[in-house]
């Protein structure tokens, strides 16, 4: 095998290897476990026992779920914002501290879950409905903007 194609092949095998922490590597530490324990599991089986763990604990499998782990679990959405407004502290608390798209995208779907599950009426939470829109406001991605924006919209019954 001459040079140049071993390189490619030790090249690839590297870019492949760091693919699943490649978009947000400060999320390794966090990941990790719940990697090799609750995403090894079946999807069934994922859905089933999500809620038996505890806020915290599903907001880290939650983040992790759709920034590290591809294809994206964006089914825990839904699972989350059943949590209503026990959830709304720890997840005010994460989208005032979150500074990029990806986590701020994320949170907004489940207050969006939460709006349309009625679980908590996060419309009337004039408080809540300023920091999202701050956060939208700071956003650079204007994809990820757009989805975001779409699940203010739906928060706040607007129709496009």
């Known amino acids: ?3 140049l194609v071993r390189l490619t092949v030790v090249s690839a095998s590297f870019l492949v290897a760091g693919c699943s922490f490649a ?3 400060h ?3 966090t990941c990790n476990p719940w990697v090799n324990t609750f995403y090894k599991n079946s999807l069934r089986e994922r859905i089933a026992t999500f809620d038996s763990y505890d806020l915290g604990s599903q907001y880290e499998i939650f983040i992790c779920g759709n920034q590290v782990i591809h294809p994206p679990a ?3 959405a839904e699972s989350f914002a059943k949590e209503g407004a026990a959830a709304v ?3 005010k608390k994460k989208l005032a501290q979150a500074d990029d798209d990806l986590t701020v995208r994320d949170i907004v779907l489940v207050f ?3 709006q349309r599950q009625r679980s908590y009426d996060v419309s009337k939470d004039a408080d809540l409905v300023r920091l999202i829109v701050e956060k939208l406001n700071g956003m650079h991605d ?3 903007k757009a989805i975001a924006q779409g699940n203010l919209d739906k928060i706040l019954g607007v129709s496009k």
Do not use: D, K, T
């Open 1 to 3: 095998m001459n040079i």
């Open 23 to 25: 978009a947000n590597s």
């Open 27 to 29: 999320l390794r530490n």
């Open 74 to 76: 964006i089914y825990l």
């Open 89 to 91: 502290p720890l997840l």
């Open 112 to 114: 969006a879950g939460m």
């Open 142 to 144: 204007p994809e990820w």
